[in-house]
C-alpha cells in the first residue's frame, strides 16, 4: 500500500531533549516537505526537500533540521525542543514536476514541556 | 496568504450530494485548483485537481468555471465519513521559479454530513 509514515504518532517530552521524528514514503517520491498544523495558523511549510541532498527551508524553519540521504526518508530532528515547538506535525510527499498531488503522513504530535 | 476563499461551514443531508464552492479571482493561468480534507487531525487527504478541465475520480467532480475564477467540489453521495474540513488551494507547477512546493491551507470549509 502506498504510504507516508512517520514516528512516533505521539511523543511528550522536556526542553532540551533532542528528538527526532521519521517519515519514509513507499512511492519513490522526489519531493518531500514538513508543515506543523497549530490552531488559528493553519499548515505552515517547515523545510521541504526537492531530492536526494536538496533540502530548502520553508516558512517556519528555525529550531527544526532536517537531512535526505536516502529517497525515502525525511527525518525532521529538533536539537532542542522548546515548548513554543509543541504541534501537529505532517510529512508530505510528492513526485517532482508538474502537477503532482501531495501524499500526507497521518501526523505526529509533540508536546514539549 | 491563502488565495483562496470558502465559506466557513456548510450542511449537507447524509445521502445528498455536498457542492462546496471556492473563490480564487486572482489565480494565474500557470495555477492548479487542488481540493483536500482533513478529518478531525488526521493528515490532510488529497481529492482532486484540475487546471482547466472538469475532473471526476473516485472520490469526487471538480468544476472549474470556464473564467477559473471559482470552482466547486462535488461529493456525490455525502456520507457521514465525509465530515469534515475541505480546503481549496491554489498552486504552481512544482517546478515553477522560486517553488517551494508549498501547499498554503487556508482556514477551509467545515462540512457537516448530517443523517
Known amino acids: 500500500e502506498a504510504q507516508v509514515t512517520q514516528n512516533p504518532r505521539y511523543l511528550i517530552t522536556v526542553t532540551g531533549k533532542k528528538l527526532t521524528v521519521t517519515c519514509s514514503q513507499n512511492m519513490n517520491h522526489e519531493y518531500m516537505s514538513w508543515y506543523r498544523q497549530d490552531p488559528g495558523l493553519g499548515l505552515r511549510q517547515i523545510y521541504y526537500?526537492?531530492?536526494?541532498?536538496?533540502?530548502d527551508k520553508g516558512d517556519v524553519p528555525e529550531g527544526y533540521k532536517v537531512s535526505r540521504k536516502e529517497k525515502r526518508n525525511f527525518p525532521l530532528i529538533l536539537e532542542s525542543p522548546s515548548p513554543n515547538q509543541t504541534s501537529l506535525y505532517f510529512c508530505a510527499s510528492s513526485f517532482g514536476g508538474g502537477d503532482q498531488p501531495q501524499h500526507f503522513g497521518d501526523g505526529t504530535r509533540l508536546s514539549i514541556l | 496568504d491563502a488565495k483562496t476563499t470558502q465559506p466557513t461551514s456548510m450542511d449537507c443531508a447524509e445521502g445528498r450530494a455536498a457542492n462546496l464552492p471556492c473563490n480564487h479571482s486572482t489565480i494565474s493561468g500557470n495555477e492548479y485548483v487542488y481540493w483536500y480534507r482533513q478529518i478531525h487531525s488526521q493528515g490532510p487527504q488529497y481529492i482532486i485537481h484540475g487546471l482547466k478541465n472538469n475532473e471526476t475520480n473516485e472520490m469526487a467532480s471538480l468544476i472549474i468555471t470556464e473564467d477559473r475564477k471559482s470552482s466547486t467540489l462535488i461529493l456525490p453521495h455525502a456520507t457521514l465519513r465525509d465530515t469534515a474540513v475541505y480546503y481549496c488551494i491554489v498552486r504552481v507547477s512544482l517546478y515553477g521559479s522560486s517553488n517551494t512546493g508549498k501547499l498554503i491551507f487556508g482556514q477551509g470549509t467545515t462540512l457537516q454530513v448530517k443523517p
Open positions: 526537500s526537492m531530492n536526494v541532498e536538496v533540502t
